[in-house]
């Protein structure tokens, strides 16, 4: 079964053919992902309308890209999938209306995925792919959340943001250090010139008791400390930044230990584009090494939104007992601007 997976969430245009075979992983076969961070620059974030009709462009030659690099035509497509939610409405409804259009001409069944299930299961894409059960780290710019994964769609919501993501802590403080946009790639790099002790910032709710995480705090801190500086912020903006990703990094860091520890588990599968920043991941394989627990990441460049990853999570759906049920050739679609991961069932 070949299954064309559609991202178009937010300003990442993504499309992927992945093959399935009976209970093997899904196979990627070809992908093609285009940023518009050149786009976005000028004014410091995603303008919405813009990313939309961008996406209008790109979607139908990087569709094309694919098939060709995977020597495929449009007529050995099983399944169309695509990105349901959450994300931006007008975005969504791009990658949405494209895919049941496609998959009305050829009279073949389309499936809506949610796009956090995609990057909980873009690992599986990856050389060395977790099994069930697991704890899952989802950090991203949009979300952070740890979840008990037992199976495609058997999640367990064990704490999540009750504020800012990690990945808008990271941007956020970017920008209070004018380092422009996207923020968080930008702040790391520097980070690597800073001395992480410098500055004493908060650790939100890390002794809090539970798995929640809150990052407000801290980028008001960090903007507190930026004006304290005033001029010589320049000159110590390394350090500054150095700080900001030590204390992000720990509150993920025993926060996902302590999740860990609570269900038991001792394999750990950590997704999302924060899942890319070196000094996390090196924390992460330190940590869990010492505790016997194996940690999987997804391949670098499959970190952030990508049509793989809505590919493998449509294959692996469609494994499931009934799973098959679930792809629709009806065609009229919805999207899911605001959609609890928690609320996916088999």
Same mark, same amino acid.
């Given at each position: 079964?070949?299954?064309?997976?559609?991202?178009?969430?937010?300003?990442?245009?993504?499309?992927?053919?992945?093959?399935?075979?009976?209970?093997?992983?899904?196979?990627?076969?070809?992908?093609?992902?285009?940023?518009?961070?050149?786009?976005?620059?000028?004014?410091?974030?995603?303008?919405?309308?813009?990313?939309?009709?961008?996406?209008?462009?790109?979607?139908?030659?990087?569709?094309?890209?694919?098939?060709?690099?995977?020597?495929?035509?449009?007529?050995?497509?099983?399944?169309?999938?695509?990105?349901?939610?959450?994300?931006?409405?007008?975005?969504?409804?791009?990658?949405?209306?494209?895919?049941?259009?496609?998959?009305?001409?050829?009279?073949?069944?389309?499936?809506?995925?949610?796009?956090?299930?995609?990057?909980?299961?873009?690992?599986?894409?990856?050389?060395?792919?977790?099994?069930?059960?697991?704890?899952?780290?989802?950090?991203?710019?949009?979300?952070?959340?740890?979840?008990?994964?037992?199976?495609?769609?058997?999640?367990?919501?064990?704490?999540?943001?009750?504020?800012?993501?990690?990945?808008?802590?990271?941007?956020?403080?970017?920008?209070?250090?004018?380092?422009?946009?996207?923020?968080?790639?930008?702040?790391?790099?520097?980070?690597?010139?800073?001395?992480?002790?410098?500055?004493?910032?908060?650790?939100?709710?890390?002794?809090?008791?539970?798995?929640?995480?809150?990052?407000?705090?801290?980028?008001?801190?960090?903007?507190?400390?930026?004006?304290?500086? $005033?001029?010589?912020?320049?000159?110590?903006?390394?350090?500054?930044?150095?700080?900001?990703?030590?204390?992000?990094?720990?509150?993920?860091?025993?926060?996902?230990?302590?999740?860990?520890?609570?269900?038991?588990?001792?394999?750990?599968?950590?997704? $999302?584009?924060? $899942?890319?920043?070196?000094?996390?991941?090196?924390?992460?394989?330190?940590?869990?090494?010492?505790?016997?627990?194996?940690?999987?990441?997804?391949?670098?460049?499959?970190?952030?939104?990508?049509?793989?990853?809505?590919?493998?999570?449509?294959?692996?759906?469609?494994?499931?007992?009934?799973?098959?049920?679930?792809?629709?050739?009806?065609?009229?679609?919805?999207?899911?601007?605001?959609?609890?991961?928690?609320?996916?069932?088999?």
């Amino acid at each position: 079964m070949l299954i064309l997976g559609i991202e178009s969430s937010c300003d990442e245009t993504g499309v992927a053919l992945v093959r399935s075979e009976g209970a093997a992983v899904p196979a990627l076969l070809s992908h093609a992902l285009y940023s518009q961070i050149a786009m976005h620059q000028a004014y410091g974030g995603v303008v919405p309308e813009l990313a939309s009709r961008d996406h209008i462009r790109r979607v139908i030659p990087l569709a094309r890209e694919v098939l060709a690099e995977s020597q495929h035509s449009l007529q050995d497509i099983d399944v169309v999938a695509y990105t349901r939610g959450p994300g931006l409405a007008g975005a969504l409804l791009v990658g949405a209306g494209v895919a049941c259009a496609l998959g009305a001409a050829l009279q073949k069944p389309v499936l809506g995925v949610h796009h956090l299930e995609g990057h909980l299961l873009s690992p599986f894409l990856s050389a060395d792919p977790p099994e069930f059960p697991f704890v899952a780290l989802l950090v991203s710019g949009g979300h952070t959340q740890l979840m008990r994964v037992d199976g495609v769609g058997r999640y367990t919501l064990l704490g999540e943001t009750i504020d800012d993501a990690a990945g808008e802590a990271f941007d956020k403080s970017a920008k209070l250090m004018g380092l422009g946009y996207p923020g968080g790639p930008a702040l790391s790099k520097l980070a690597e010139q800073g001395d992480a002790t410098a500055f004493k910032l908060p650790r939100p709710l890390l002794h809090s008791g539970d798995l929640d995480f809150s990052f407000a705090g801290l980028k008001t801190a960090v903007m507190t400390q930026a004006k304290k500086l $005033g001029d010589a912020l320049e000159a110590r903006k390394a350090d500054l930044a150095a700080s900001t990703e030590a204390a992000i990094v720990e509150v993920l860091l025993k926060k996902s230990l302590a999740a860990l520890r609570d269900t038991g588990l001792k394999r750990l599968v950590v997704a $999302g584009g924060v $899942g890319a920043n070196r000094h996390l991941r090196a924390q992460l394989n330190a940590a869990c090494q010492r505790q016997g627990v194996r940690v999987h990441y997804p391949e670098l460049h499959l970190c952030t939104d990508n049509g793989a990853m809505i590919a493998m999570a449509a294959a692996m759906r469609l494994q499931t007992p009934g799973g098959a049920s679930q792809a629709q050739t009806t065609y009229s679609f919805d999207v899911q601007p605001r959609w609890p991961l928690a609320d996916l069932v088999v």
